[in-house]
């Protein structure tokens, strides 16, 4: 991302009217963007936090897995969310996030996005980027999030990603130069803060539609694993509240938000 201080005036300049409402710390080098902002959540000011790091030494997936990036070839960032007190516990938040990425990469003019329940963002079958979000506790504070997004904008020949079966960056979606990665921040920023409001106004009801249109398995075999168990059925979507649905021998079974894992079954490529 050039000099900060350029890429910083990008960012603000694609946000536009929006800039005022966020609070953008960009940093070289950390752990993980999501850690910044769960060991040291920012007091609430009214704006959107956002942490973006040029490099993560320790970037991470769920259940204890692993995000990859690579220097100036990835952008990886976080951003604090915030519910209305009282708000009940946000299941579909990965789910908006995933249809926030995907738009934004379809205004960049990536052809063949989709989601895969609840937290991947494919293209044509293949992982272009990953979210992770992890809720912080109340303890009297208004209820938050954390919702971080990794997308490879244009990984090298050498990158390897262990236990993925097919992986892809900008670039090669789009087979052309990929824009700055200031370019691509903005424009997911901007339908995150738009799907979010809509998704705290009207929950996750509101925006079912356009998950389900980009669904990378819609009636396809899959296989859903938990630490213990698995289940198999074909994915016939979401329910209003994100979780998925799949037809099994025994009915439609609902799948909730958890430390469960969608896998194909032979014949169900994305
Ligand atoms: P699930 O279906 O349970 O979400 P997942 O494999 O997608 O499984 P995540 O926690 O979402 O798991 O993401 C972490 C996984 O993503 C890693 O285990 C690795 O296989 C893969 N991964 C890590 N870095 C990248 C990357 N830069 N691009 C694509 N895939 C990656």
């Known amino acids: ?36 902002l769960t060991d040291a959540t920012p007091a609430d000011d009214g704006r959107v936090h956002v942490v973006v790091a040029e490099r993560q ?18 952008l990886t960032f976080s951003t604090l969310w915030r519910f209305a ?19 934004a990469l379809e205004q960049l003019g990536v052809q063949g996005v989709q989601l895969k329940w609840p937290n991947d963002v494919l293209v ?25 997004i ?15 079966e097919g992986v892809t960056d900008l670039a090669r979606a789009l087979q052309a130069p990929p824009p700055a990665r200031s370019l691509v921040l903005a424009s997911v920023l901007v ?5 979010l409001e809509t998704y705290a106004a009207a929950g996750f009801a509101a925006l079912r539609g356009a998950w389900q249109q980009r669904n990378a398995f819609a009636d396809l075999p899959v296989r859903i694993c938990s630490d213990t168990d698995t289940l198999e059925g074909i994915c016939s ?8 649905l799949l037809r099994t021998e025994a009915g439609t079974r609902r799948v909730l938000v958890g430390d469960v894992s969608l896998r194909p079954l032979p014949g169900a490529k994305a």
């Open 1 to 36: 991302m050039r000099s900060h201080t350029e890429a910083r005036r990008e960012l603000e300049r694609a946000i536009g009217a929006l800039a005022d409402s966020f609070v953008i710390d960009w940093r070289v080098e950390c752990a993980s963007t999501n850690s910044v």
């Open 57 to 74: 030494t320790a970037g991470r997936g769920r259940r204890g897995r692993q995000w990859l990036s690579w220097d100036g070839a990835s």
């Open 85 to 103: 007190p009282g708000a009940p516990v946000p299941a579909g938040l990965s789910l908006v996030a995933g249809i926030a990425v995907a738009r």
């Open 124 to 148: 044509h079958g293949d992982k272009l980027a990953g979210i992770l979000v992890e809720l912080l506790p109340g303890r009297g504070r208004t209820p938050a999030a954390v919702i971080g």
């Open 150 to 164: 990794g997308i490879n904008v244009d990984l090298p020949a050498h990158a390897e990603v262990p236990d993925q």
């Open 191 to 195: 339908e995150l803060q738009r799907l």
């Open 237 to 244: 979507g979401v329910d209003d509240d994100g979780a998925l």
